[in-house]
């Protein structure tokens, strides 16, 4: 199994900062990762797919990179409707596997 | 519209069964890659299950054997029946579809099923 670890686990900047969060997998694999975003009682949404293509409906200040086994979140300019935990998603085998989430939070 | 929308979740003894649906509408399930994800109580994001528009199934290491993913064409609904449950059976169940190159474009708002005694 491809295991998935997000770095940092809670975060906290102000609006307008640059925020990235990483996510690093146990085997090298293909472009097949994505990202959710959470809100306190709410499932989750989808921001980007395939490592770097923003999901129609989501702002631009959000952005995906990455390759083999290293990839990243990054907001741009933070808002403060950006609080909320942030999931990678690995797909490019079964079983698809998660990292365990990061909580941003606006100082 | 695409909608997702789970019932079937609630307080079950350890070793006892549960059947989760998920009825969509606004597209049809037998053509889509639809999965079951859980959250148990103030964790992450963990995948259970998916079924395939051809019928192919794959599951978690940690469900496999206790659950099994179906579909009912005619009902445009999706199931999972869950056997053997266990207190980390606990969490809220989501429906998902797939969308082109995503693992997950539509979420349900899921189901929260708990195992105890």
């Known amino acids: 199994d491809i295991q998935m670890t997000q770095s940092p686990s809670t975060l906290s900047a102000v609006v307008g900062d640059r925020v990235t969060i990483t996510c690093r997998a146990s085997?090298?694999?293909?472009?097949?990762l994505a990202w959710y975003q959470q809100k306190p009682g709410k499932a989750p949404k989808l921001l980007i797919y395939?490592?770097?293509t923003l999901e129609s409906g989501v702002p631009s200040r959000f952005s995906g990179s990455g390759s083999g086994t290293e990839f990243t979140l990054t907001i741009s300019s933070l808002q403060a409707d950006d609080s909320a935990t942030y999931y990678c998603?690995?797909?490019?085998?079964?079983?698809?596997?998660f990292g365990q989430g990061t909580k941003v939070e606006i100082k | 519209e695409v909608q997702l929308g789970e019932t079937g979740g609630g307080l079950i003894q350890p070793g006892g069964s549960l059947r989760l649906s998920c009825a969509a509408s606004?597209?049809?399930?037998?053509?889509?890659?639809m999965s079951w994800v859980r959250q148990a109580p103030g964790k992450g994001l963990e995948w259970v299950s998916i079924?395939?528009?051809?019928?192919?199934?794959y599951y978690a290491d940690s469900v496999r054997g206790r659950f099994t993913i179906s579909r009912d064409n005619s009902k445009n609904m999706v199931y999972l029946q869950m056997n053997s449950l266990r207190a980390e059976d606990t969490a809220v169940y989501y429906c998902?579809?797939?969308?082109?190159?995503?693992?997950?474009?539509?979420w349900g708002h899921g189901t929260l099923v708990t195992v105890s005694s």
């Open positions: 998902a579809r797939d969308g082109s190159q995503r693992p997950v474009q539509y």
């Open positions: 606004g597209f049809t399930v037998s053509t889509y890659y």
């Open positions: 079924i395939y528009g051809g019928g192919s199934t």
């Open positions: 085997q090298s694999f293909s472009s097949w």
């Open positions: 395939k490592t770097s």
């Open positions: 998603q690995q797909y490019s085998g079964y079983p698809w596997t």
